[in-house]
């Protein structure tokens, strides 16, 4: 109980710290600009600044106001001109954009599983030479499709002993593909050991 209290107290008392401390950051920066900075800023973005004031002094006459000042003899007022960058000249309007074809629709993609690839076919094995078996293991070959391709073959006479060898060496995953040669009465982990060395 007392652990958790403290631990509430602590986190309470960092929250406000935290609070206040981000207050007075904000409050620092957030100094009002003067009317030198302001300008200097707006002349830097091509903006000029007007004050509501003087704008409202300067204000163009409207239609009524310009008949009773040439009624009266009086000269029109004319908007003061204000001090900063002259107004940049109005673009030209670009042509209309011709409509295009459309094009044709995205094919859907699949969302089923892909596809894996079977192993390849293994080929037959080259007749014994001098007592000696040539075998090409192919790409994902599993443990008893080798078992079965080295029984074909005849470099092995029992299939389940060797299974049982290969498994209990926790060979199932890790043979290699490629060519091999195996002689006639070679032991099962002789075999093994050919199978799961990775080539160079």
């Not at 300008?39 to 509501?52: E, F, G, H, K, Y």
């Not at 690839?117 to 000696?132: F, L, M, S, W, Y």
């Amino acid at each position: 109980m007392m652990k958790n209290r403290f631990f509430m107290l602590g986190l309470g008392i960092g929250l406000i710290a935290g609070a206040l401390l981000l207050q007075l950051m904000i409050a620092g920066r957030t100094a009002p600009l003067t009317k030198e900075e302001l300008i200097r800023q707006a002349a830097s973005l091509n903006l000029t600044v007007v004050d509501p004031a003087e704008a409202a002094a300067t204000a163009t006459p409207s239609p009524e106001e310009g008949a009773r000042a040439k009624a009266s003899g009086e000269p029109a007022a004319t908007p003061a001109s204000t001090p900063g960058v002259p107004p940049k000249p109005a673009a030209a309007p670009s042509a209309a954009a011709t409509p295009g074809k459309p094009s044709a629709p995205a094919q859907p993609q699949s969302t089923a599983a892909p596809v894996t690839k079977a192993p390849a076919t293994p080929e037959a094995p080259v007749a014994a030479v001098d007592g000696v078996i040539s075998l090409k293991i192919p790409t994902g070959i599993t443990l008893s499709q080798t078992a079965d391709l080295l029984a074909e073959a005849g470099v092995i006479e029992d299939k389940n002993k060797f299974l049982q060898t290969a498994n209990g060496r926790k060979v199932n995953t890790i043979i290699q593909y490629g060519s091999y040669s195996f002689t006639k009465g070679e032991s099962i982990n002789s075999i093994i050991d050919k199978l799961i060395t990775v080539k160079k």
